[in-house]
């Protein structure tokens, strides 16, 4: 019998669920850390929606630098962009509102903050970070779906190079205001996608080979809170339960407690990292196509009773055979997904062809070691038979 | 539609879980906040398993002072000797070895150091603990059941009040360690109360008003995982696995997680400190022969769709009906505790007549606020029918 592993677990970041918390509170937390703010956006959106405004009259009489524009799949540009500002202005504390992106780029940037080198050394070597300091970071977000807001995480991208990389930063977020309002007005696209980035997070840390019978568990409800969610949020988007259910699962999807003992690397987000950083193509969308395909290639005699498990306790789907329980559980995920109005091929997201599947392929097994620590090994070769397969709905439908 | 609550949620603890961390960590995590300790445990049961003797050869050439014999439903006496002890040697860090007893006892001899009158005064008053400062404690976890190691709670008992009140701190332990190894020679009562326990906790946070669409299934699964390992801790007593599921279930249990917006006191844990206070029983004992009983209570029209939920996601009854499949998962639940081979009647815990039902009955009230907070509001008349329930089997076989 394969022995539960011994791990460490310690997240300190103070969440603040509900309604426009901040109107009383983010003064207070933000004076906190000091009184020079760095504070980064993305587009217009915050501007339509009176956030921004609502919190420059918070903040009014601070020292507030603004950083705007970080885009999705958040590029290094602006991490260098933000680096300048928080050195000439020797910023105490960064406020982030927006999404993964801009969480992503501004937890660099409280990195970089103490680097006199290009910030693209912290995204290569993570190990950089741990012991240059990192700015005390207050988020407000208005996306649910990467859990940056409650992890160490970054993930930049360098369009030059072709590479989108995972980072690691010494902590995580001080302070997360999670207020589902903020994101009653993210496009179907973006809900979508979100909803699918949720339950791959969950999907990599469930199938692992280590012996781990409380998160399992755990895995188990919060996938059955994100599949039940998404389409309530689809159909209904001003929905506010459907809106927190999907906030707070993202956040407890990916801040570290369920994949406690864990032993394996993920495998869908390295893969998908190379059509994102290819193609640009936005991230949820992209696992979506992958992760029923990447289920089928995994799936053998080794794998299927966890599959299995997943079938009857997510799934409920009730059949005594392991091989077919698994197959119907792969069966539901893809049409989860195509139930949430994603393309479902690679064609769909302008990937027009396998031009790039070999060198994608070559890049995902060496930055996410899929030959060495995957849940199922995979060499080249099977990344791009990965991709041959998601350009077909061929057994899906 | 009701809507989710706003909530907050921290918790800082930094959690090691495995075989025989503390060999190579417990010297630097202890040193980490000073070289005064107060070593607080119970009985002998850590000199006979050999804990103690490593202890204190990790701890050698530092300042360590003993506190022994904190006994189960930790008394009032235990803290005020450790308040002594901890304001004679001023001491920097409290380093508990044992199980909820021992912990509890520690994080209140924790802030007693800094009180000048009786600690009782601060049991009966938490808000006065808020500001006063708190021993930084580091424990070694030995009992799978309260999980005061990621809490800020404690429970202390005063017999010569017959009374047994729940007490929070300003701190969470700062360092638990969690290693399954340690709750190998757990007896099998102690186990099937521990499990209980987690069980109880588990209950009295699923059962709660608000709309909790992200912990209801989080709870679920980790009902799942008690209800699964604690018959195989029974039968193999020196299962790690078995063992370490049950500990990694019980911290995650009660760090606050899984009550994110709850908005109700608990029912069950207020009822049963009557009667370890009057009675002195096992608490998780006390836990098992009511919880079936006092679902019984508050099952209705208005709480079948929860229980019937408990009965499809936790305990596998296929049953359409919400009312049928409720009082199956009832059935479950008290089969369930019956496996566990302990007392199912107050008879058998040494609890002869209703001589204090009464007296009890209204204390719960009081204490719990059960005519204004419970799941279903109760009156003493209620609970003394839930005690008279109690002493029969009756609907249960």
Redesign the interface.
Known sequence: ?Q?????????????????N?IEDQLRDVITGFGNKVLFVYGGGSIKRSGLYDQVMRLLAGMDVIELAGVEPNPKIESVRAGQELAKQHDIDVILAIGGGSVIDAAKVIGSAKFYDGDPWDLVEDSAKRQTIGQVPLVDILTLSATGTEMNKGSVISNMAENKKLGTMGPNTPAVSFLD?ANTLTVSKWQTAAGSIDIFSHLTEQYFDRA?T??T???????M??VI??APIALAHPDD??AR??LM??ST?ALNG?VS??NENGWTVHPIEHELSAYYDITHGVGLGILTPRWMKQVLDETSQAKFAKLARNVWDI?EDDDMLAAKQAIQATYDWVKSLDVPTVLQDVNIPDNSNFQAMAESAVAVGNLDKVAYKKLTPADVVELFEASMTTEGFE
Request: proline share 4%; aromatic share 14%; glycine share 8%.
């Open positions: 019998m022995e539960m592993n011994d791990f460490t677990f310690q997240n300190t970041t103070d969440l603040r669920f509900g309604r918390l589902p012996y019978p409380v399992d568990n755990m895995i188990e409800g919060l059955r809170t039940a969610n506010y339960n927190g259910a707070f699962t407890t407690l406690s003992g009730h």
